[in-house]
């Protein structure tokens, strides 16, 4: 993976982050890469929050693969520092070629960096080949989680 760059996300990625995001079963029903406005919003808010880390990787100038990293500092457990990883996404071109774990690696390390004790993601419950992905890089299925859209 020598040629491959992890650096943030700029408004010019926008369209081949949520192509991405677009790009699977779940996505397709949720996503609208056809109008951009709303992603648009949400990028300027995303890339003006210093605890929010928007990331491409990118292969001989093509965006390949993305995910967002949250600092969360909180209370419980003495204070920790955590992360949350979201919306990781891989080509379809490019899925099985190691790029996920390096961009989880990356996502890991960048952790550290930050100082945060924890790293922490969710996953569909529909995405059982995902969950076999990350508890293959350690995590550990310890939570079970809720959502209420709004």
């Given at each position: 993976m ?6 943030r ?14 790009d ?8 609208s890469?056809d109008?951009?406005?709303?992603y ?9 929050d ?7 990787a ?12 949250t600092?969360v ?8 520092t ?20 390096e961009?989880?690696?990356w ?41 209420l859209?709004?």
């Amino acid at each position: 993976m020598t040629d491959l760059t992890i650096r943030r996300a700029t408004a010019d990625d926008l369209p081949a982050i949520v192509a991405m995001l677009a790009d699977d079963p779940l996505g397709a029903t949720r996503e609208s890469p056809d109008d951009l406005t709303p992603y648009r919003t949400a990028f300027a808010r995303i890339d003006a929050d210093p605890h929010q880390h928007l990331v491409v990787a990118e292969r001989t100038g093509r965006t390949v693969g993305t995910l967002q990293l949250t600092v969360v500092p909180g209370l419980s457990r003495k204070g920790s520092t955590r992360t949350i990883i979201e919306a990781v996404r891989i080509h379809a071109d490019e899925r099985g070629n190691g790029l996920g774990t390096e961009l989880i690696r990356w996502a890991i390390d960048r952790s550290r960096e930050l100082d945060a004790d924890l790293v922490q993601l969710t996953s569909d419950a529909t995405r059982t080949d995902a969950h076999r992905f990350y508890e293959r890089l350690g995590f550990v299925a310890s939570h079970l989680g809720f959502k209420l859209a709004l």
